[in-house]
């Protein structure tokens, strides 16, 4: 399975791309990781999820997940992110981090 | 094609809606969206009602650290009138709140974002090593940045303006954060952001900078700043972030669906449109481009309002205020049409009349 986020928007505007696929994770790491592609009912979410707040300069993600079964992907606003999508954002920032 | 707002009228108030529902083509759209906007509105009341609202023509600023949590607003650290403290981005965010309270009272008689004295509320240190600076329709948020490539969010005076701007744009003209309304959104808050900056150094138009968030990239950012004004597209050439985005013509618009529709990239297109006007008139830019386009958020935009209807919106504005083929309008007109866009003054004479009841207020060119 491949996660890539795509993050736009922003007060600087500038396109961040993170990718990161569980081939290459621990076995532990890469169930952990499914669970939370799971748990968020990501194959469920719709392909567009936009707030219908105001306000400015708030970021916009792209999450693309790729397994055995295709494709999906979901461009959610940043004030409209669901709680359950969340982990699985932390966990790519922070995977890409190290 | 630019994408579509999925829900317009949320940010509407009853006053647009009743409007936009006499016309046959939005009524659907409008009847539709009513339910979920006034659901909305309760609870964003409810949270206002929350903050106590300030004396009528004072400045109320307050400051809250988020200490690394996306909690907001976090705990309050600092209340106007209140000492300094040992945080550097308590004080930053405090200070130039101040100043862009200031400029907006002084340069055009507004009080506050919603001019009747809101409370400036901005939670600093949000987030962990959070690459950003925004409005959330509430209040302002800023991140410390990673350290690797962004500093603090509150180092710049001019993003602290182009925050509170969104506060003020919401207030007013309410563009829609989509396509050419969202790069008009976008442009207002960088427009008022430099020249925020430029009352408070008190610079001319040769003497500013024209560059919006100059000092937020570290060392290690091949980049003056995020955005240049003068010469969109120039600002920075990076090998870890990438080069620049933004056009500084018409021919050069980018079609996308990231970033809203490209809100921060065409918005390079205005911006340009806004120097050009400043340099050709000269002197302190607030005081004539910046009154031009002040009054034009405050009376004469609708919230769909594209490039073409800013272009005829300023330089119909430019007429009323300072004379009909005057050199003010033509340099108005003449930047338009440098970006890529000519302006029709004429038919917009009727609309720049009909001010919003009570928002058409005397803004002195003083300061």
């Known amino acids: 399975m491949r996660i890539s986020i795509e993050r736009t928007g922003g007060f600087a505007g500038i396109k961040q791309t993170n990718s990161v696929s569980t081939d290459q994770l621990p076995p532990e790491e890469s169930r952990k990781v499914a669970g939370l592609v799971e748990a968020a009912g990501f194959s469920d979410l719709p392909p567009v999820i936009r707030s219908t707040e105001p306000g400015g300069d708030q970021f916009q993600y792209k999450v693309t997940v790729e397994g055995d079964h295709g494709s999906h992907t979901v461009q959610v606003d940043e004030a409209a992110v669901p709680p359950s999508l969340q982990p699985v954002l932390n966990w790519v920032k922070n995977s890409a981090r190290t | 094609m630019k994408p579509q707002a999925t829900a317009i009228c949320s940010i509407l108030p009853p006053h647009i809606v009743r409007k936009l529902s006499d016309k046959p083509e939005m009524r659907d759209q409008v009847l539709r969206d009513l339910a979920t906007t006034e659901r909305l509105r309760g609870i964003r009341q409810a949270f206002t009602m929350s903050l106590l609202p300030s004396q009528p023509g004072t400045k109320h600023r307050t400051i809250f650290d988020g200490q690394k949590t ?77 350290g690797k490539y962004f500093q603090r969010f509150t180092i710049c005076l001019d993003v602290i303006g182009h925050e509170l701007t969104h506060g003020v744009t919401q207030n007013e003209a309410q563009l829609v954060y989509s396509g050419q309304s969202g790069a008009l959104n976008e442009s207002i808050s960088d427009v008022f952001g430099s020249l925020i900056k430029q009352w408070a150094n008190n610079q001319t138009v040769d003497q500013a900078d024209w560059l919006i968030g100059a000092g937020i990239f570290t060392d290690a950012v091949q980049g003056k700043a995020i955005r240049s004004m003068s010469a969109p597209g120039t600002a920075y050439g990076d090998p870890n972030i990438g080069d620049d985005p933004q056009p500084a013509t018409m021919d050069a618009y980018v079609n996308t669906t990231d970033d809203n529709g490209g809100v921060h990239i065409n918005s390079g297109i205005p911006n340009r449109a806004f120097f050009l006007s400043a340099k050709a008139i000269g002197g302190y830019a607030w005081q004539k481009a910046g009154l031009i386009w002040y009054r034009t958020l405050n009376g004469s935009l609708n919230p769909n309002a594209d490039f073409q209807t800013m272009a005829n919106a300023t330089t119909t504005v430019a007429g009323s205020l300072f004379g009909q083929n005057s050199a003010e309008q033509k340099a108005v007109s003449d930047a338009w049409n440098t970006v890529g866009i000519a302006p029709t003054a004429s038919q917009f004479a009727a609309l720049s009349a009909q001010a919003k009841p009570g928002q058409q207020k005397a803004a002195t060119t003083g300061d």
């Open chain 2, 70 to 146: 996306m909690s907001l607003p976090g705990t309050q650290v600092r209340d106007e009138g209140g000492a300094p403290t040992a945080d550097v981005a308590v004080n930053e965010a405090y200070d130039y709140c101040g100043d862009t309270y200031d400029f907006y009272s002084k340069v055009f008689n507004r009080n506050s974002v919603d001019d009747h004295g809101l409370t400036l509320t901005s939670t600093v240190h949000y987030g962990d090593g959070y690459d950003n600076a925004l409005w959330n329709g509430q209040q302002m948020i800023y991140g410390d940045g990673d």
